[in-house]
C-alpha cells in the first residue's frame, strides 16, 4: 500500500467519522427538544386532570331528574 492510498483512506474515513458525529449531535439535541416538549405537555395533563377532579367534585348530586327525552 503506498502513502498516497493511505493518506486516501484516512481521510475518508475521517470525513465518515464527521459525518457521524454530527448525525449525533442533530439527533442528541433532537431528543433533548423532544424530552422538553413531553415535559411540558406531562405538566399540563396534571393539571387538566386535577381541573377536572375538582370540577366533578364540586359539582351538586343529580336528583331524580328526567331524561332530556321525556
Avoid: F
Avoid at 6 to 25: F, H, M, N, P
Avoid at 37 to 62: C, S, V, W, Y
Amino acid at each position: 500500500m503506498t502513502e498516497n492510498t493511505t493518506t486516501e483512506r484516512l481521510d475518508g474515513l475521517e470525513a465518515i467519522v464527521a459525518e457521524q458525529q454530527k448525525t449525533i449531535d442533530d439527533l442528541s439535541e433532537m431528543i433533548a427538544k423532544q424530552w422538553d416538549a413531553h415535559e411540558r405537555l406531562k405538566h399540563q395533563l396534571g393539571k387538566m386532570t386535577d381541573q377536572i377532579q375538582d370540577l366533578e367534585e364540586n359539582q351538586p348530586a343529580p336528583e331524580n331528574q328526567k331524561a332530556p327525552h321525556y
